[in-house]
């Protein structure tokens, strides 16, 4: 069964500080990863997404995430946070569907990340 | 580009009675898909369209139901509200890179609560 792990429910950490969240997945195909970040009360922004090829993926507002098959995870990192990176993060999975579509994600239960001045 | 846009941001309805709610994606876009949000389940696939037709479904009861129009535009309708109904209803819209490079875009979503 597809299934997406994201063990931490709460983060906090200073300003400044390195950030790391981890993503495990169990998926039966090659799977597709995203992360995604969502502010209170908005929808969901892609942070970043892995398809193939090189298994370090940059995103955007100085994200990374690497895609380790051994260990079916996808952490993401960023070696700086800001203030402004308080929110919730959401891993997920998928694979393409039929034809031309994305197909079903599955999503983790999401990371709360708090951000101390 | 306009992001895509869902309709109306928020609702209250009573239990028993049916919602629709709308999505209109980005331009281009083809494939729009559904997702519920709730504090207990968190985020759940509901449904994926893709040129007017239902592509893929998740497990939710039949009274959860959507249509996608020849422009891409996409209503999703729930009859005989109930109580656990209430959530964050999310849609995406998609397109395809090729060779399965596809990303999808979510809108703010609309937050149906049932009274």
């Known amino acids: 069964a597809q299934s997406v792990t994201q063990p931490d429910i709460h983060i906090t950490v200073s300003e400044g500080a390195s950030l790391e969240l981890r993503c495990n997945y169990s998926y039966g195909a090659t799977p597709y990863l995203f992360w995604y970040v969502q502010s209170p009360g908005q929808g969901l922004q892609l942070l970043l997404k892995?398809?193939?090829?090189?298994?370090l993926v940059q995103g955007i507002k100085g994200f990374e995430a690497e895609f380790k098959r051994s260990q079916s995870s996808f952490n993401l990192r960023k070696p700086s946070v800001h203030w402004s990176d308080a929110a919730e993060y959401f891993c997920a999975v998928g694979a393409a569907g039929r034809g031309s579509t994305l197909g079903r994600l599955y999503f983790g239960r999401g990371t709360q990340l708090t951000v101390w001045p | 580009k306009a992001g895509v846009t869902q309709t109306p941001r928020y609702l209250i309805k009573t239990r028993g009675q049916q919602v629709t709610l709308s999505c209109s994606p980005i331009s281009g876009h083809r494939s729009v898909s559904w997702y519920q949000q709730t504090p207990g389940q968190g985020l759940q696939f509901l449904f994926e369209?893709?040129?007017?037709?239902?592509?893929n479904k998740g497990n939710f009861p039949g009274r959860f139901s959507g249509r996608q129009f020849s422009n891409s535009r996409s209503e999703m309708n729930v009859s005989t509200l109930e109580l656990g109904d209430s959530a964050l209803y999310l849609c995406?819209?998609?397109?395809?890179?090729?060779?399965?490079?596809?990303?999808?875009?979510f809108g703010q979503g609309t937050r149906l609560t049932v009274v």
């Open positions: 369209y893709f040129s007017e037709t239902q592509r």
């Open positions: 892995y398809f193939s090829g090189d298994t």
């Open positions: 995406a819209s998609s397109y395809t890179q090729g060779a399965g490079n596809t990303e999808a875009f």
